[in-house]
């Protein structure tokens, strides 16, 4: 395993993705919610760039008392990465896709060190 | 919500958007599949012509409705208009909200480089090009508003883009709401550079079996140019106008609209009375096929005479037919895909399409890469057939012919 300089931790505010490339890999590494999160930059359905999209909360139908349907809303604590392609949406913490878990972004560790973010190959 | 305009993107400050870039990892598919040994056709590509409107409507005739139209815009409506107007997804899909911030050069049309620019990426050679909203004036109320914008279009697009690109193609819009006019369309453009057919909207609410349409027929058979029928959806239907949601009124009303056109198509004949038209069937995908095939065949033997025309089963004629491939169903199963194209004849009837760039979009390794298909096979559909169907004279991205060129140096 290698492990690979991305940037500063400054460098990368929230909400932000840097994408580096590292032993012909190119990889997104997301700083979202605080934490930090690395994909391959390859979606499994067509081969899109998955890391360079939104980032978005799940969509919750909300469904009250006797089935009737109240409304909608987002599940901020469900955020999903979408691809810019084809709008595949996975989730940000696994990396699998929403509705097919055996749909997978290929994940990555990521650390913090002396101020600066790496990504273990 | 996570959507800042420039914090999400490849990097944080890029205030611009880049075809190239975006479709970086088609490029990638296109070199490690050797594309450069044939040719790809995509069939069904679009533009987004809106942003040349005022160009287009320069070419209206009539003042009056070129003064409407100059002012009143070519957009679609917001969100309440009556096409619902979220199919971009809210953003999901970024070519949306940011492909007008993408430079172009001064000397070349800006839609002629935003086509190199996708389909040099994806590895495709020529293109056969659609609009995008303007698909839609087949629902305008006034039919005389929807003839006068589809000559506006189709001569702004012969004399501005066809003219400079022979890797540019189109089959030209046809305003079915007034026969007269389709036949004059054909007599007038038939002839012009990079025109290698025409094309019926689905959302037409006219029969094609119509005596009014039989002129228009004869003079594409004449010509040896096919025709197209366009899926489309309109949430004005009134099945689809049950529906709450983009995903329903889309699912179906792509297929929907074909299935009718076809139906109507087949029933009253029109492959016996045109035998050398042919007839092009355009995003609706491939699951539709077997299942209208085997519809309107089980129908058939109990009915015939009420199809009184058919020499043989309805999926005969549909055998013989063309198709494009997008969006091609890539179901978890696949058998059914396979038994598809098994069912209608493929390797020689299906035709490769892309709809870039929309969002459902395909690139050529969703045809490449399936393990049913021969070499042969997969090289038909993405090029081979559409070159036998519209006569093309094959002119390849530029890439391509370099690629080639250094491997024929390396081999010496």
């Known amino acids: 395993m290698s492990e690979c300089y991305v940037c500063k931790v400054e460098e990368l505010a929230d909400g932000d993705v840097r994408i580096v490339k590292e032993s012909g890999i190119e990889i997104g590494v997301i700083h979202q919610g605080g934490a930090y999160y690395a994909y391959q930059n390859l979606c499994p359905h067509q081969g899109g760039p998955a890391c360079e999209g939104l980032r978005l909360p799940q969509v919750v139908d909300v469904i009250g008392e006797g089935g009737l349907f109240v409304g909608q809303r987002f599940d901020e604590a469900d955020m999903h990465i979408v691809c810019p392609w084809h709008g595949y949406e996975y989730h940000l913490t696994s990396g699998e896709h929403v509705c097919n878990a055996a749909l997978k972004l290929r994940k990555f560790e990521v650390s913090t060190r002396d101020g600066g973010i790496y990504v273990h190959v | 919500m996570t959507f800042t305009a420039g914090s999400h993107l490849f990097e944080p400050s890029r205030a611009d958007f880049d075809s190239e870039q975006h479709l970086a990892n088609a490029r990638q598919q296109a070199f490690a599949r050797n594309y450069q040994d044939f040719l790809i056709v995509d069939v069904d590509s679009h533009h987004y012509e809106t942003e040349a409107f005022q160009e287009i409507a320069n070419y209206i005739e009539d003042p009056v409705l070129r003064m409407e139209a100059k002012y009143q815009g070519m957009a679609r409506g917001g969100i309440t208009s009556i096409d619902g107007s979220y199919q971009e997804m809210t953003g999901r899909v970024t070519r949306y909200p940011m492909r007008r911030r993408e430079a172009t050069p001064p000397t070349i049309h800006r839609d002629i480089t935003l086509m190199r620019r996708w389909m040099d990426s994806m590895g495709v ?172 065949d089980n129908e058939f033997m109990m009915r015939s005479s009420d199809a009184p025309l058919l020499k043989r089963k309805p999926s005969d004629y549909m055998r013989e037919m063309f198709f494009t491939s997008q969006p091609m169903e890539m179901v978890d199963n696949r058998e059914a895909l396979a038994l598809t194209f098994k069912m209608m004849n493929a390797e020689s009837q299906l035709l490769y399409s892309s709809d870039y760039p929309h969002w459902d979009m395909d690139l050529p390794s969703t045809i490449y890469d399936l393990p049913f298909l021969s070499e042969d096979g997969k090289r038909s559909i993405l090029g081979g057939n559409a070159e036998r169907l519209f006569k093309l004279t094959p002119a390849y991205a530029p890439w391509k012919l370099e690629r080639r060129a250094a491997q024929a140096v390396a081999a010496q």
């Open chain 2, 125 to 296: 050679d020529m293109a056969c090009m659609f609009p995008t909203p303007m698909l839609n004036i087949a629902t305008c109320p006034r039919a005389e508003v929807e003839t006068a914008l589809a000559r506006a279009y189709n001569r702004w697009l012969c004399d501005n883009v066809l003219s400079e690109e022979p890797r540019l193609t189109s089959m030209l819009y046809l305003p079915f709401n007034e026969p007269e006019a389709c036949l004059k369309m054909v007599e007038e453009f038939g002839d012009r550079k990079g025109v290698i057919g025409f094309m019926v909207t689905a959302t037409h609410y006219k029969a094609n079996n119509d005596n009014a349409y039989m002129s228009t027929y004869a003079a594409l058979q004449e010509r040896g140019l096919p025709l197209g029928f366009h899926a489309a959806y309109t949430w004005s239907d009134r099945s689809t106008a049950l529906m709450n949601r983009f995903i329903s009124v889309h699912a179906l009303g792509f297929v929907w609209h074909n299935m009718v056109h076809m139906t109507n198509w087949i029933v009253n004949g029109m492959p016996e009375r045109f035998p050398r038209l042919k007839t092009l069937w355009i995003e609706s995908g491939l699951a539709w096929v077997p299942f209208l095939m085997q519809r309107l």
